[in-house]
């Protein structure tokens, strides 16, 4: 390890002791997919550690926030990771579900534009999406096309960037993570804005986000903002690195831990 490299891990762990020197004032929120549970072939085959859901429980009886963000729709990241006494923001920051809430709600910014993406994608040809290799998600104001497992990746990356390029003439914004496209309506959600509601919760001033994708990347950006701007004191982002992660991750992050298992013993230190 180089000397700079040292010098960064040791400024993160002392930001690490100054989130858990104040845990009331201190937020700790994560992303979901490749950050708490492993990447997988398909969404609908993910798992959060039991472990790893044991960790949140315990923080988040002593930490002021404890939240996940998440691509997928509010109710169903809560489903997976499994503790009810904490935020999520689903769908990339278009849904907000907090503790005690019966449902989420959706960003105002996309009210009469819901089903914008779902008639784009529905009126493809679906036939050509499959022999593409490309899957669908529904996931209400966002809709995915999945290439991850199909017979010729390639092909499939090579059709989703043609569509990305429709959609945009559609009105729609593209978005890319890790061998999925998002579309979705122009000027809701995105996790840079899903961070700064959340914190809309007074009294929050030291925060740890984790995450592996480039979207997440949008997250750190806005908490250094917060930062620069006064409201936060104390910013520490995280970046789970893998194999797909965008080349950004590492130079973005404050620190960087490996995979899932990496952010779990960072979870361990916080509760220790």
């Not at 914004?173 to 959340?198: F, I, M, S, T």
Request: proline share 6%; net charge negative.
């Amino acid at each position: 390890m180089s000397a700079g490299a040292e010098t960064g891990e040791a400024a993160a762990r002392a930001l690490l002791a100054a989130l858990r020197a104040d845990p009331s004032r201190a937020a700790i929120l994560t992303d979901v997919d490749g950050t708490l549970a492993p990447i997988v072939e398909r969404p609908e085959q993910a798992v959060v550690p039991a472990r790893a859901t044991e960790l949140l429980a315990a923080l988040s009886e002593r930490f002021g926030l404890v939240g996940c963000i998440s691509g997928r729709p509010a109710p169903e990241a809560k489903h997976l990771v499994g503790v009810d006494g904490i935020a999520y923001a689903g769908n990339h920051g278009f849904e907000l579900l907090l503790p005690g809430e019966p449902g989420p709600q959706l960003d105002p910014a996309v009210a009469g534009r819901e089903r914008d993406a779902a008639e784009f994608v529905s009126g493809l040809d679906q036939a050509e999406l499959e022999a593409a290799g490309l899957r669908r998600e529904d996931k209400g104001p966002i809709q995915a096309l999945h290439w991850r497992g199909a017979g010729d990746e390639r092909t499939g990356e090579a059709r989703a960037r043609e569509i990305a390029i429709e959609a945009g003439r559609a009105k729609l914004e593209p978005r890319w993570g890790r061998k999925v496209l998002e579309l979705r309506p122009v000027g809701g959600g995105g996790k840079d804005a899903a961070v700064a509601a959340l914190l809309a919760t007074d009294g929050v001033k030291a925060v740890t986000y984790a995450g592996d994708d480039r979207t997440d990347l949008d997250a750190f950006r806005r908490l250094r903002e917060l930062r620069e701007e006064g409201q936060l004191e104390t910013v520490l982002c995280v970046g789970v690195d893998s194999a797909e992660g965008p080349e950004e991750l590492a130079s973005d992050s404050d620190l960087v831990v490996d995979g899932p298992a990496g952010w779990l013993s960072i979870l361990e230190e916080l509760a220790g």
